[in-house]
């Protein structure tokens, strides 16, 4: 089998999880041996949603959960053995990933990614943006925008006034498209996730 990088690109609440879970469940119908890595400290739906939807599937798969996202461990907890593996949230993964993964295609694996692609900052997440130059074959994923409800998002703009790069839950993020981002950056708004909230501040002068 040739080896082969695949990135699933995208801002919060655009499939991307998702999507990965269609990739190994391709897989899996195939009888490939899939493993799936996780960063251990994620607390996302997406590692339980992957095992939700193949838990029932027949073939051989495991989740990985890796310490604090220490790529450098992966030699002691990827199994020889997996033709596939599919990394989810890897933008929380360090910078070894991405040795990693040009490692893995080189023995003929296939390797899936899904990650943000940016920050709240509009800023690179991780390793993802070397990851999206190596890869093989990038996809970028989108949610619609939760303001204006028309156009694609882009970013997962933060809703809570932290400034570290990470803050962990979905209830803290919206989906915007780059107009709405724009606007609502300017005006520094955090009106949470309730649609019918954003047609309050619309109105407001
Ligand atoms: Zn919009």
């Known amino acids: 089998m040739a ?37 251990a400290f994620s607390h996302r739906g997406s590692v339980r949603d992957v095992d939700g939807r193949l838990a029932a599937l ?28 599919a990394v989810d949230e890897a933008q929380f993964f360090d910078a070894h990933l991405v ?3 040009r490692r893995w295609r080189a023995e003929g694996r296939q390797v ?16 993802m943006g ?10 970028k ?22 400034s570290v790069q990470v803050v962990v839950g979905e209830h803290n993020y919206t989906a915007l498209c780059c107009d ?4 609502e950056t300017a005006r520094g708004a955090k009106p949470g996730r309730d649609p019918s909230r954003w047609d309050t501040l619309e109105a407001t002068p």
């Open 58 to 85: 027949p073939g051989q798969w495991s989740i990985v959960p890796v310490p604090d996202g220490a790529a450098e461990r992966l030699d002691q907890l990827v199994d020889p053995g997996a033709l596939v593996l």
């Open 99 to 101: 040795d990693y993964c």
């Open 3 to 39: 080896g082969y990088i695949k990135v699933i690109a995208g801002e919060m609440f655009s499939g991307k999880s998702t999507e990965l879970a269609r990739l190994v469940e391709r897989a899996l119908i195939a009888g490939l041996p899939v493993q799936v890595l996780v960063p």
């Open 112 to 127: 899936l990614v899904a990650g943000l692609d940016m920050d709240y900052r509009e800023q690179p997440f991780g390793a």
């Open 130 to 139: 070397e990851l999206m130059c190596i890869a093989n074959e990038v996809v």
């Open 141 to 162: 994923v989108h949610a619609v925008c939760t303001r204006c409800r028309q156009a694609d998002a882009f970013i997962s703009h933060r809703l809570s006034d932290e």
């Open 180 to 183: 709405c981002y724009q606007a």
